[in-house]
């Protein structure tokens, strides 16, 4: 009867995901895309990310400092992935009238004395663009504590931190490296902004992620 039983979970669903792939049930609505006409063809587009509120989950190692604070709190990484610095964020995102358009997942790893940073930034209606980059482990705690923050404590004030630099013609800064959908074979550049208002007393950040791209077709 059991064998019976699992035969029939398999079969049913299997006649679910056929025919969802037939007959899609949801169709997402397209969102106007805030996006500016750059020179030579491109496109800027900023997303945003409010804090602590469109935090849906964050798990890491300490050496990553405050923002590898796990939440939900009950969130521990599997012991096979606590040996080296790493790092996973999950955001909703929004544009720039403040409308949550989508969701963002951030992947740190420290392989050596930088970090590596990867962005995967999905529009349900639009597709997925791809973003990496390099970050200084714990630049930001370090930012907080040389205005005033204090580790452990509650703090308040006003910090405009570059995640990933803003590109110039010296530095590179952050890259688009393509996607899905609308996104596909895109190339170009972005910056991280975090912009943090406070820190609370179980070192929660409150503040703006702002990520600023601009894209190219075809680099």
Excluded: C
């Excluded at 997942?105 to 390099?134: D, N």
């Excluded at 972005?190 to 791209?213: P, Q």
Aim: charge should be negative; glycine fraction near 14%.
């Amino acid at each position: 009867m059991k064998a019976v039983f699992a035969i029939g979970v398999v079969i049913g669903l299997a006649g679910v995901l056929a025919g969802a792939g037939l007959f899609p049930w949801i169709d997402h609505p397209r969102l106007p895309s805030r996006t500016q006409v750059v020179a030579n063809g491109g496109r800027a587009e900023q997303f945003v990310v409010r804090l602590p509120v469109d935090k849906i989950a964050t798990i890491g190692t300490r050496e990553l400092g405050v923002r590898a604070n796990p939440y939900p709190a009950s969130a521990v990484l599997p012991e096979d992935l606590q040996a080296e610095p790493l790092l996973l964020e999950h955001f909703k995102v929004r544009d720039t009238e403040g409308s949550v358009i989508g969701v963002a997942v951030r992947h740190t790893t420290s392989p050596g004395q930088g970090a590596a940073t990867a962005w995967a930034i999905t529009v349900p209606s639009r597709g997925t663009l791809r973003l990496a980059g390099t970050e200084e482990p714990a630049g930001l705690d370090a930012a907080i504590a040389a205005v005033g923050g204090v580790e452990n404590q509650s703090w308040a004030g006003d910090l405009r931190f570059a995640m990933t630099a803003e590109p110039t013609e010296e530095a590179r800064g952050g890259r688009v490296v393509g996607g899905s959908g609308e996104f596909s074979g895109l190339g170009g550049a972005y910056s991280e902004t975090w912009l943090i208002t406070g820190v609370g007393e179980d070192g929660e950040l409150r503040g703006t992620i702002e990520l600023s791209t601009v894209t190219y077709q075809g680099l």
